[in-house]
Protein backbone atom coordinates (compact mmCIF):
# COMPACT_ATOMS: atom_id res chain seq x y z
CA UNK A 1 0.00 0.00 0.00
CA UNK A 2 1.59 3.46 -0.94
CA UNK A 3 0.10 6.35 1.46
CA UNK A 4 0.32 10.41 -0.26
CA UNK A 5 -0.29 13.24 2.23
CA UNK A 6 0.12 16.75 1.02
CA UNK A 7 0.32 19.95 2.40
CA UNK A 8 0.35 23.52 1.35
CA UNK A 9 -2.78 24.77 0.47
CA UNK A 10 -4.33 27.56 0.98
CA UNK A 11 -6.14 31.15 0.41
CA UNK A 12 -4.13 33.26 -1.74
CA UNK A 13 -4.27 37.15 -3.74
CA UNK A 14 -4.13 36.99 -7.44
CA UNK A 15 0.06 37.11 -8.46
CA UNK A 16 1.00 35.12 -5.45
CA UNK A 17 2.64 32.28 -4.82
CA UNK A 18 2.21 28.85 -2.72
CA UNK A 19 4.61 25.89 -2.43
CA UNK A 20 2.87 22.03 -2.38
CA UNK A 21 4.29 19.64 -0.83
CA UNK A 22 3.48 15.77 -1.03
CA UNK A 23 5.29 13.06 0.97
CA UNK A 24 4.95 9.29 0.01
CA UNK A 25 5.00 6.42 2.15
CA UNK A 26 4.76 2.77 2.52
CA UNK A 27 5.39 0.37 -0.68
CA UNK A 28 7.17 2.74 -3.10
CA UNK A 29 9.96 0.70 -4.44
CA UNK A 30 9.27 0.38 -8.20
CA UNK A 31 7.82 4.21 -8.45
CA UNK A 32 8.09 5.16 -11.94
CA UNK A 33 6.65 9.10 -11.68
CA UNK A 34 5.23 11.11 -9.55
CA UNK A 35 2.97 14.78 -9.59
CA UNK A 36 0.08 16.83 -9.69
CA UNK A 37 -3.36 17.02 -11.01
CA UNK A 38 -5.84 19.27 -9.62
CA UNK A 39 -9.78 19.90 -9.94
CA UNK A 40 -12.03 22.57 -10.04
CA UNK A 41 -15.69 22.59 -9.43
CA UNK A 42 -17.84 20.85 -12.05
CA UNK A 43 -14.47 20.09 -13.95
CA UNK A 44 -12.85 17.54 -14.78
CA UNK A 45 -9.46 16.36 -13.30
CA UNK A 46 -6.46 17.84 -15.21
CA UNK A 47 -2.87 17.49 -15.26
CA UNK A 48 -0.66 19.74 -13.59
CA UNK A 49 2.80 18.72 -13.54
CA UNK A 50 4.61 15.46 -13.61
CA UNK A 51 8.49 14.22 -12.87
CA UNK A 52 10.00 11.29 -13.18
CA UNK A 53 11.51 9.43 -9.99
CA UNK A 54 14.66 7.19 -11.68
CA UNK A 55 17.57 7.67 -13.90
CA UNK A 56 16.97 10.89 -15.95
CA UNK A 57 14.73 13.97 -14.69
CA UNK A 58 11.93 14.59 -16.75
CA UNK A 59 9.55 16.83 -16.35
CA UNK A 60 5.67 17.61 -17.94
CA UNK A 61 3.39 20.67 -17.57
CA UNK A 62 0.07 21.97 -18.64
CA UNK A 63 0.48 24.56 -20.89
CA UNK A 64 -1.48 26.51 -18.63
CA UNK A 65 1.03 26.61 -15.53
CA UNK A 66 3.99 26.56 -18.13
CA UNK A 67 6.28 29.45 -16.79
CA UNK A 68 4.55 29.48 -13.69
CA UNK A 69 4.85 26.64 -12.21
CA UNK A 70 8.15 24.39 -11.16
CA UNK A 71 7.76 20.92 -9.70
CA UNK A 72 10.53 18.89 -7.94
CA UNK A 73 11.40 16.06 -6.12
CA UNK A 74 13.79 14.63 -3.62
CA UNK A 75 14.12 11.17 -3.11
CA UNK A 76 15.74 10.97 -0.41
CA UNK A 77 12.94 12.51 1.27
CA UNK A 78 9.68 10.72 -0.74
CA UNK A 79 8.75 14.14 -1.05
CA UNK A 80 7.68 15.65 -4.73
CA UNK A 81 7.05 19.66 -4.60
CA UNK A 82 4.84 22.03 -6.64
CA UNK A 83 6.01 26.08 -6.50
CA UNK A 84 3.23 28.06 -7.81
CA UNK A 85 3.73 31.64 -8.96
CA UNK A 86 1.97 34.12 -10.39
CA UNK A 87 -1.31 32.27 -9.53
CA UNK A 88 -4.22 33.25 -11.15
CA UNK A 89 -8.00 32.89 -9.59
CA UNK A 90 -8.43 30.14 -12.72
CA UNK A 91 -5.99 27.97 -10.84
CA UNK A 92 -8.49 27.47 -7.95
CA UNK A 93 -8.73 23.87 -7.41
CA UNK A 94 -8.18 21.31 -5.16
CA UNK A 95 -4.82 19.85 -5.97
CA UNK A 96 -3.81 16.25 -5.71
CA UNK A 97 -0.54 14.46 -5.26
CA UNK A 98 0.20 11.42 -8.08
CA UNK A 99 2.27 8.48 -7.75
CA UNK A 100 3.04 5.55 -10.42
CA UNK A 101 4.26 2.53 -8.45
CA UNK A 102 4.51 -0.65 -10.52
CA UNK A 103 1.45 -0.69 -12.83
CA UNK A 104 -0.55 1.33 -10.51
CA UNK A 105 -1.77 4.99 -9.75
CA UNK A 106 -2.15 5.93 -6.08
CA UNK A 107 -3.72 9.50 -4.99
CA UNK A 108 -3.20 11.62 -2.11
CA UNK A 109 -6.58 13.12 -0.27
CA UNK A 110 -6.20 16.67 -2.09
CA UNK A 111 -5.15 19.98 -0.65
CA UNK A 112 -7.41 23.10 -1.44
CA UNK A 113 -5.67 26.15 -3.13
CA UNK A 114 -8.10 29.24 -3.73
CA UNK A 115 -6.89 32.17 -5.74
CA UNK A 116 -8.93 35.23 -4.92
CA UNK A 117 -8.98 38.45 -7.49
Known amino acids: QVQLVESGGGLVQAGGSLRLSCVAS????????TGWYRQAPGKQRELVAT?????????NYADSVKDRFTIARDNAKNTVYLQMNSLKPEDTAVYYC?????????WGQGTQVTVSS
Open 98 to 106: MRHVRGLLY
Open 51 to 59: VTIGGTTTT
Open 26 to 33: GSILGSVV
